[in-house]
């Protein structure tokens, strides 16, 4: 298990190298290459310790012993030219293993400043473990910094879901495992970890957590398990038979070094792991695997990907060929989950569709669709897990849908731990389902409503065999009390002429297209009454709006109420607008997604009798008053100071602080405890930092700031200095820290109150002024601190401060009421129409 000791080291070793080494897969293995060389020494020096002789560092190696960089007599540079020397040299050393070489293979120190190495192998040095296997610990958080790999479309999978794949995937100790795309091997280590654990004396199924339950842990603090499972039912021959069976391919030569390492660290001294490219190479063609699990690449290179011949599926994009291959390459019980953007899931494309219907006929039992923020900070990509199993497949007409909302964890950037998980659950469901297909008797009804099976033939129904679940829980039974009815059947549709220049077009219907500045209009015929308005095309495609209010899109199609229908277009809108989410489900397309007539015309709605329609809009027309009143109000407020003249003016540097030294963690309390805030979470005119996540000193990394009660934090850079980002940090627990440079502090004296900074420092004048003299080039421009400074305010007596502010924070009490309000009748028309809908 990581202990807090070993993770702040290898935080503060980042610290130290981010200055001169920026890049974080650089500083990983800058940080591998050290711990590995420190590794090498520690087992020379424990061979010697108990009588042996040294393995790795003798002959004319020995000069380049770990121990031989501290002697002290050595200066600076001379530590420096050593070191530097010997991790080139160390891949010609004869006496370390070949898998050791391969690691050190092209290694280099990227910087000459002897005093940050100093600094670094200082940390590196205090590093201790008992075996492999606690390094290989702090490894794992360490490749936890990678995250994205930018242009390549790689994604560093979550651990928790990386587990979650494995359980379901269940592998054997007599199974050939494969990732084909293996990055740090976090599929090889955990399938290798899962087959140890479930051979293992002390191991119970019944009781012990799975990684997936986890609470309470940062994802880059999850490990294993700490409960030392030996894997002492495998006999030796097992063993090597398991280490033989596990192998990864990756087209990146800095990944297959990471790879070596990690897998080397838990337990797998000869892993196989090779520089490989699945894509275009056949070197490994003819080989198969039972079990396959992969993250592969999302995107495809710049200048595109030239494939051999021998796919199923002719493509040129890498999620496709990807899956092809994974699919291709299972033996014929094999099986695999893949995680896949949504592209593969519902893209009309030729190759996207061929794919589809060659997964469904051949080999898909089930698709798991994970929440947009799994991949935060680095993507908010949308993806999903293909489950690829060739005898279910064959045992089953149907398809599992699984809809993940929760993993765990929130999806902003922060990834704090949350009470809300679904994987315990539908993990037991999963189980559940494939003991059914077993036994045959696969069931198409849950009462769970994120899980959902689907015949193959509905799937094949359109021909474009779209893999979103949400699409077939659309035309769900309606629980409504009144009639249903299909929209085509009440009202008529009419396409709008898609905006392709700028012109203005005759019509009622205002559409301003992406990237235009002016109102463009669809040629909409004259029409007399109501219409509703769709838009058809882009980020937004199937976003609904009323009437001649304007909509964002460069295409729309419009709905009419028919001649002599008893229906009201205001309640056709409510009863859409209601279902929004799942309209936007609608979308089909990658860049550029589209809703089609087709896809609105036979979707099916609750249709009360006329005078249950106007009683119903009528009571949501009132609500809507009052939320737009409240709304006004809300959005209209800014606290502002009345500024009597005889007030005196002061510049800010001379009543406050600006930008007070910086307390170093070393000066404080071990335990105190302090309130971190993202600039996230910073809204405009929040006097109060809320909420707030409270962490140990310990839990906070080197070089963040903090700032005492009353300090005033005001953002310095381009946007939110304009947008009036600045807040008050007090009521807090003994204070406030932020991780960013990017505010200016203005710590107040006893003359002034740091609200009355606060309310100055938000006004239109200072924003303005601030603005006209921000320093910088392109989107990142800064307010200067000399400006912050020099800056006057009115600087009235404590008493009148005190009675401004005080009137500011009852108008501030007045807007909350007013945003509790709207929330409040917000809620009353979706439960209204809920009702019509049968779900309340």
Known sequence: MLDSETKKRIDTARDILVGKVPDPKSQVEQITIALIYKFMDDMDLESEELGGERSFFRGEFEKYAWRKIFDPRMGGFEILNLYSEAILKMNINPDIPQLFRDIFKNAYLPYRDPETLKAFLKIINEFSYDHSERLGDAFEYLLSVLGSQGEAGQFRTPRHIIDF???????????????????????????????????????????????????????????????NYKGDKLTPEERNRLANNIKGYDISPDMVRLSLVNMYLHGLHAPHIYEYDTLTSEDHWNEYADVILANPPFMSPKGGIRPHKRFSISSSRSEVLFVDYIAGHLTPNGRAAVIVPEGIIFQSGKAYKSLRKMLVENCLVGVISLPAGVFNPYSGVKTSILWLDRTLAKKTDKILFVKIENDGFDLGAQRRPIKQNDLPGLFRNILDYKKHIVSQKASNTYSETNILVVSKSEIAGNSEFNLSGDRYKISSVISSDFPIVPLAEICEFQKGTPITKKEVLEGPIPVIAGGQTAAYYHRISNRDGETITISSSGAYAGFINYFNTPIYASDCFTIKVKEKQPVLTKFIYHILKYKQEDIYKFQIGGGQPHVYLKHLEPFQIPLPPLSVQEEIVAEVESYQKIIDGARQVVENYKPRIDIDPGWPMVELGVVCEINPKKSEIKDLPKDLEVSFVPMAEINENQMFFSPCQIKKLGDVYNGYTYFKDNDVLLAQVTPCFENGKAGVARDLV?????????????????????????LNIISDKFKQLGKMIMTGTGGLQRVPKEFVASYKIPFPSLKIQRKVIEDVDLEISSIESNKRLISVFEQKIKDRIAKVWGEK
């Open 734 to 758: 003994n204070g406030i820290g932020f991780g960013s440079s990017e505010y200016i502090v203005i710590r107040t004296t006893d003359t002034v109150l740091p609200k009355w900074i606060y």
């Open 165 to 227: 794949m494995v359980a379901i995937m269940d592998p054997k100790k007599d199974e050939v495992i494969l990732d084909p795309a293996c990055g740090t091997a976090g599929f090889l280590i955990s399938s290798y970890k899962h087959i140890i654990k479930n051979n293992s004396s002390n191991y119970n199924p019944d009781t012990d957590i799975r990684m997936f339950e986890t609470k309470d842990l940062s994802l880059s603090e999850i490990v294993i398990n700490s409960k």
